[in-house]
Protein backbone atom coordinates (compact mmCIF):
# COMPACT_ATOMS: atom_id res chain seq x y z
CA UNK A 1 0.00 0.00 0.00
CA UNK A 2 1.26 3.74 -0.74
CA UNK A 3 1.74 6.13 1.91
CA UNK A 4 -1.37 8.63 2.39
CA UNK A 5 0.81 12.28 1.66
CA UNK A 6 0.89 14.17 5.34
CA UNK A 7 0.16 17.46 5.22
CA UNK A 8 1.01 20.72 7.67
CA UNK A 9 -1.46 23.35 7.90
CA UNK A 10 -0.15 26.38 9.53
CA UNK A 11 -2.54 28.93 10.27
CA UNK A 12 -3.93 30.80 13.26
CA UNK A 13 -7.54 30.70 12.51
CA UNK A 14 -8.47 27.71 14.79
CA UNK A 15 -11.85 27.13 12.88
CA UNK A 16 -10.33 27.58 9.47
CA UNK A 17 -7.77 24.37 10.95
CA UNK A 18 -10.16 22.68 11.64
CA UNK A 19 -12.30 22.74 8.55
CA UNK A 20 -9.35 22.00 6.38
CA UNK A 21 -8.06 19.46 8.81
CA UNK A 22 -11.13 17.06 8.31
CA UNK A 23 -11.87 18.02 4.90
CA UNK A 24 -8.31 16.70 3.57
CA UNK A 25 -9.21 14.18 5.88
CA UNK A 26 -12.21 12.79 4.04
CA UNK A 27 -10.05 13.14 0.81
CA UNK A 28 -7.10 10.29 2.27
CA UNK A 29 -4.97 12.78 3.50
CA UNK A 30 -3.01 12.91 6.58
CA UNK A 31 -3.13 16.23 8.39
CA UNK A 32 -1.47 17.87 11.04
CA UNK A 33 -1.91 21.69 12.07
CA UNK A 34 -0.18 24.23 13.84
CA UNK A 35 -0.53 27.95 14.91
CA UNK A 36 2.37 29.54 14.29
CA UNK A 37 6.03 29.15 13.33
CA UNK A 38 7.20 27.73 16.63
CA UNK A 39 4.56 25.00 16.73
CA UNK A 40 5.21 24.31 13.15
CA UNK A 41 9.20 23.86 13.85
CA UNK A 42 8.02 21.34 16.36
CA UNK A 43 6.25 19.41 14.37
CA UNK A 44 8.63 19.48 11.17
CA UNK A 45 11.45 18.36 13.98
CA UNK A 46 9.15 15.08 15.01
CA UNK A 47 7.28 14.33 11.86
CA UNK A 48 7.61 14.15 7.76
CA UNK A 49 5.48 15.98 5.86
CA UNK A 50 4.90 16.03 2.23
CA UNK A 51 3.47 19.67 1.76
CA UNK A 52 2.91 22.40 3.76
CA UNK A 53 -0.19 24.97 3.85
CA UNK A 54 1.35 28.07 5.21
CA UNK A 55 -0.55 31.49 6.09
CA UNK A 56 1.19 34.58 5.25
CA UNK A 57 0.09 36.69 7.92
CA UNK A 58 0.85 34.56 11.63
CA UNK A 59 1.36 35.86 14.63
CA UNK A 60 5.40 36.39 16.05
CA UNK A 61 7.21 34.89 12.80
CA UNK A 62 5.17 35.82 9.77
CA UNK A 63 4.61 33.73 6.59
CA UNK A 64 7.14 34.81 4.14
CA UNK A 65 9.54 34.59 6.90
CA UNK A 66 9.06 30.92 7.90
CA UNK A 67 9.03 30.15 4.17
CA UNK A 68 12.52 31.94 3.76
CA UNK A 69 13.85 30.30 6.46
CA UNK A 70 12.47 26.55 5.17
CA UNK A 71 14.34 26.82 2.09
CA UNK A 72 17.07 27.69 3.37
CA UNK A 73 17.24 23.75 4.40
CA UNK A 74 14.22 22.23 2.46
CA UNK A 75 12.67 21.47 -0.95
CA UNK A 76 9.26 20.35 1.23
CA UNK A 77 6.73 22.35 -1.39
CA UNK A 78 4.71 25.01 0.48
CA UNK A 79 1.18 26.41 -0.72
CA UNK A 80 1.11 30.22 0.46
CA UNK A 81 -2.26 31.17 2.00
CA UNK A 82 -2.92 35.47 1.81
CA UNK A 83 -5.83 37.43 2.48
CA UNK A 84 -4.36 40.04 0.95
CA UNK A 85 -5.55 41.39 -2.48
CA UNK A 86 -2.07 43.07 -3.69
CA UNK A 87 -0.19 41.62 -5.92
CA UNK A 88 3.44 42.36 -5.07
CA UNK A 89 2.45 40.28 -1.89
CA UNK A 90 1.78 36.86 -3.52
CA UNK A 91 4.71 38.07 -5.97
CA UNK A 92 6.91 37.93 -2.45
CA UNK A 93 5.58 34.46 -1.40
CA UNK A 94 6.37 33.18 -4.69
CA UNK A 95 10.33 34.79 -4.42
CA UNK A 96 10.86 33.05 -1.03
CA UNK A 97 9.97 30.34 -2.43
CA UNK A 98 6.80 29.09 -2.36
CA UNK A 99 5.42 27.02 -4.86
CA UNK A 100 1.67 28.40 -5.31
CA UNK A 101 -0.40 30.68 -3.57
CA UNK A 102 -4.50 30.78 -3.08
CA UNK A 103 -6.40 33.99 -1.80
CA UNK A 104 -8.48 33.98 0.87
CA UNK A 105 -11.20 33.62 1.70
CA UNK A 106 -11.20 30.37 -0.77
CA UNK A 107 -12.87 26.91 -1.72
CA UNK A 108 -11.74 24.32 0.20
CA UNK A 109 -11.82 22.32 -3.05
CA UNK A 110 -9.97 24.98 -4.66
CA UNK A 111 -7.05 24.24 -2.21
CA UNK A 112 -7.15 20.82 -2.23
CA UNK A 113 -7.19 20.75 -6.31
CA UNK A 114 -3.69 22.66 -5.88
CA UNK A 115 -2.12 20.51 -3.43
CA UNK A 116 -2.61 17.73 -5.80
CA UNK A 117 -1.21 19.23 -8.39
CA UNK A 118 1.60 20.61 -6.39
CA UNK A 119 2.00 16.78 -4.99
CA UNK A 120 1.40 15.59 -8.75
CA UNK A 121 4.44 17.64 -9.74
CA UNK A 122 6.53 17.01 -7.24
CA UNK A 123 5.55 13.04 -7.54
CA UNK A 124 4.02 12.77 -4.10
CA UNK A 125 0.58 11.53 -5.20
CA UNK A 126 1.77 9.42 -8.60
CA UNK A 127 3.18 5.92 -7.73
CA UNK A 128 5.69 6.69 -10.52
CA UNK A 129 7.46 9.57 -11.45
CA UNK A 130 6.78 11.24 -14.59
CA UNK A 131 9.64 11.14 -16.84
CA UNK A 132 11.38 8.38 -14.88
CA UNK A 133 14.62 7.34 -15.76
CA UNK A 134 14.95 10.59 -18.12
CA UNK A 135 17.63 13.08 -17.35
CA UNK A 136 18.03 16.25 -19.87
CA UNK A 137 21.59 17.71 -20.59
CA UNK A 138 22.51 21.10 -21.93
CA UNK A 139 24.62 23.41 -21.88
CA UNK A 140 27.20 21.12 -19.14
CA UNK A 141 23.68 21.06 -17.03
CA UNK A 142 21.66 17.92 -15.68
CA UNK A 143 18.00 17.97 -15.14
CA UNK A 144 16.97 14.61 -13.68
CA UNK A 145 13.20 14.13 -13.88
CA UNK A 146 12.87 11.41 -12.00
CA UNK A 147 14.34 13.28 -8.91
CA UNK A 148 13.58 15.99 -9.83
CA UNK A 149 17.30 17.36 -8.91
CA UNK A 150 18.95 19.94 -11.23
CA UNK A 151 23.46 19.37 -11.61
CA UNK A 152 25.46 22.22 -12.62
CA UNK A 153 28.42 21.37 -14.48
CA UNK A 154 30.11 21.24 -11.73
CA UNK A 155 28.36 18.15 -10.31
CA UNK A 156 27.05 20.62 -7.56
CA UNK A 157 23.19 19.83 -6.71
CA UNK A 158 21.13 23.25 -7.35
CA UNK A 159 18.32 23.77 -4.96
CA UNK A 160 15.30 24.51 -6.83
CA UNK A 161 12.03 25.15 -5.64
CA UNK A 162 8.78 22.86 -7.18
CA UNK A 163 7.82 26.15 -9.48
CA UNK A 164 11.19 26.76 -10.66
CA UNK A 165 11.76 22.76 -11.41
CA UNK A 166 8.23 22.82 -13.52
CA UNK A 167 9.61 25.37 -15.87
CA UNK A 168 12.83 24.46 -16.54
CA UNK A 169 11.41 21.01 -17.54
CA UNK A 170 9.08 22.82 -19.48
CA UNK A 171 11.91 24.96 -21.04
CA UNK A 172 14.20 21.77 -21.69
CA UNK A 173 11.27 19.46 -22.96
CA UNK A 174 10.77 21.96 -25.71
CA UNK A 175 14.18 23.48 -27.01
CA UNK A 176 14.55 26.10 -29.91
CA UNK A 177 10.69 26.66 -29.46
CA UNK A 178 9.19 30.26 -28.66
CA UNK A 179 6.87 29.88 -25.69
CA UNK A 180 4.09 32.39 -24.44
CA UNK A 181 3.55 32.80 -20.43
CA UNK A 182 0.15 31.09 -21.55
CA UNK A 183 1.64 28.38 -23.29
CA UNK A 184 4.19 28.04 -19.83
CA UNK A 185 1.51 28.37 -17.54
CA UNK A 186 -0.15 25.57 -19.19
CA UNK A 187 3.08 23.09 -19.11
CA UNK A 188 3.61 24.05 -15.53
CA UNK A 189 0.23 24.59 -13.80
CA UNK A 190 -2.57 23.40 -16.28
CA UNK A 191 -6.40 24.06 -15.49
CA UNK A 192 -5.17 25.82 -12.17
CA UNK A 193 -3.61 28.86 -13.69
CA UNK A 194 -5.46 32.02 -13.33
CA UNK A 195 -5.43 34.59 -16.61
CA UNK A 196 -3.28 37.05 -14.12
CA UNK A 197 -1.31 34.35 -12.62
CA UNK A 198 2.18 35.71 -12.67
CA UNK A 199 4.15 33.09 -11.20
CA UNK A 200 5.72 32.49 -13.96
CA UNK A 201 7.41 35.69 -14.48
CA UNK A 202 8.68 35.08 -10.65
CA UNK A 203 9.96 31.82 -10.96
CA UNK A 204 11.84 32.77 -14.59
CA UNK A 205 13.45 35.54 -12.77
CA UNK A 206 14.91 33.52 -9.71
CA UNK A 207 15.76 30.41 -12.57
CA UNK A 208 17.70 32.64 -14.35
CA UNK A 209 19.94 33.67 -11.28
CA UNK A 210 20.50 30.24 -10.86
CA UNK A 211 21.35 29.35 -13.67
CA UNK A 212 22.58 31.72 -16.18
CA UNK A 213 26.20 33.22 -15.81
CA UNK A 214 24.78 36.63 -16.04
CA UNK A 215 21.31 36.84 -15.82
CA UNK A 216 21.21 40.30 -17.32
CA UNK A 217 22.39 38.88 -20.17
CA UNK A 218 20.48 35.53 -20.45
CA UNK A 219 22.27 33.07 -23.04
CA UNK A 220 19.54 29.96 -21.92
CA UNK A 221 16.60 31.36 -21.83
CA UNK A 222 16.03 34.08 -24.35
CA UNK A 223 13.20 36.60 -23.96
CA UNK A 224 11.48 37.07 -27.81
CA UNK A 225 9.69 40.47 -27.84
CA UNK A 226 6.42 39.88 -28.31
CA UNK A 227 6.22 36.17 -28.28
CA UNK A 228 7.33 34.98 -25.15
CA UNK A 229 10.38 33.14 -24.28
CA UNK A 230 13.20 30.72 -26.28
CA UNK A 231 15.32 28.07 -24.27
CA UNK A 232 18.09 28.38 -26.64
CA UNK A 233 20.30 25.36 -25.69
CA UNK A 234 20.83 22.11 -27.23
CA UNK A 235 19.35 19.35 -25.38
CA UNK A 236 20.33 15.72 -24.98
CA UNK A 237 17.86 13.32 -23.29
CA UNK A 238 19.77 10.30 -21.61
CA UNK A 239 18.89 7.38 -20.08
Not at 19 to 32: E, I, K
Not at 123 to 140: A, I, M, Y
Not at 178 to 202: E, F, H, M, N, P
Request: proline share 5%; net charge neutral; glycine share 8%.
Amino acid sequence: MTRSPHILIVDDDRELRQLLTAFLGRHGFRVDAAADGRAMAKLLETGRFDLIVLDLMLPGEDGLALCRRLRATSRLPVIMLTALAEETDRIVGLEMGADDYVVKPFSPRELLARIKAVLRRTGDVSGKPEGEGNTLVFDGWRLDLARRELHSPDGVLMPLTGGEFDLLAAFAQHPQRVLSRDQLLDLTKGRLAGAYDRSIDVQLSRLRRKIEADPNEPALIKTVRGGGYLFAARVERRW
